[in-house]
Every structure is written in structure tokens, then in C-alpha cells.
């Protein structure tokens, strides 16, 4: 499979950002969410929210894990809804008996529709 071919819409334009501003828009991003949000693991969907979820994640000192939320992945045609490859790993919950707390998720995504891969990723558990 040939990666996906992107045009830059000319009227929008192009944001070239080096290391160092990318160091700091980074710092200000985790600032925020940790204050705001306070995420126990941060989500980084692939593959442009891969590094800056890493990087978000290593600022605030939380868990890490990636995910691919693609509709073409692994598949031969295109999937009519999106599936999600990976998982965050459920050791947290090794010994706990329903109800358990859930973690507070942090994603980091270039998807437009975050609140539908977020749905996707969950885990989906009756928490009481």
C-alpha cells in the first residue's frame, strides 16, 4: 500500500516548524492539558500524533502508548467505519474487581473526528 498523497489547500498555507518551536509549542500544549485535564496515560494516534503524544507524555511523566486508527490498515479494500490497532495495556486492572476506576486518557490525534476515535479506543467496561 503506497502512503496517502496529500495536497496543501495554497489559500491555508504551509507552518514550517523547527525543533525548538516544536520543543515549546509542545511545553505550553502539556502545560495546559495537565492543568486543565490531568491525564493518568496519553493516547498518540498514528502517525502524526505519535511523536507529539511521546513527547507531551515525557514532559508530564505519564504512560505513553500508540494506536493506529485507520480505515485502510492491514486491509485489502476500505473499511466502511475506521478500526483501532493497538491497546493500552490493562495491567492496571489485574487486580481490581469490578467496579473499577478508569484512567483519565489523553489523546493525541490529527483526526478531525477525536471524539470518535476516542469512543473506539476506550475500553468498554460497566463500571457500576
Known amino acids: 500500500m503506497s502512503p496517502r498523497k496529500t495536497t496543501v489547500e495554497q489559500n491555508k498555507g504551509v507552518f514550517e516548524v523547527e525543533w525548538p518551536m516544536f520543543g515549546e509549542?509542545?511545553?505550553?500544549?502539556a502545560l495546559k492539558v495537565v492543568r486543565d485535564y490531568d491525564p493518568e496515560i496519553?493516547?498518540?494516534?498514528?502517525t502524526?500524533?505519535?511523536v507529539p503524544g511521546a513527547v507531551i507524555a515525557a514532559i508530564?511523566?505519564?504512560e505513553?502508548?500508540?494506536i493506529i486508527v485507520s480505515r485502510r490498515y492491514q486491509s485489502a479494500s476500505v473499511r466502511d467505519t475506521p478500526a483501532v490497532f493497538g491497546?493500552?495495556?490493562r495491567r492496571r486492572f489485574a487486580a481490581c474487581s469490578p467496579p473499577c476506576p478508569m484512567e483519565r486518557l489523553g489523546f493525541v490525534s490529527p483526526l478531525a473526528s477525536l471524539?470518535?476515535?476516542?469512543?473506539?479506543?476506550?475500553?468498554r467496561?460497566?463500571?457500576g
Open 25 to 29: 509549542l509542545s511545553r505550553a500544549l
Open 64 to 66: 505513553f502508548h500508540s
Open 87 to 89: 491497546a493500552v495495556p
Open 42 to 46: 496519553v493516547i498518540g494516534v498514528a
Open 60 to 62: 508530564m511523566d505519564r
Open 125 to 127: 467496561r460497566d463500571l
Open 48 to 50: 502524526a500524533g505519535v
Open 115 to 123: 471524539g470518535a476515535t476516542a469512543a473506539k479506543a476506550r475500553p
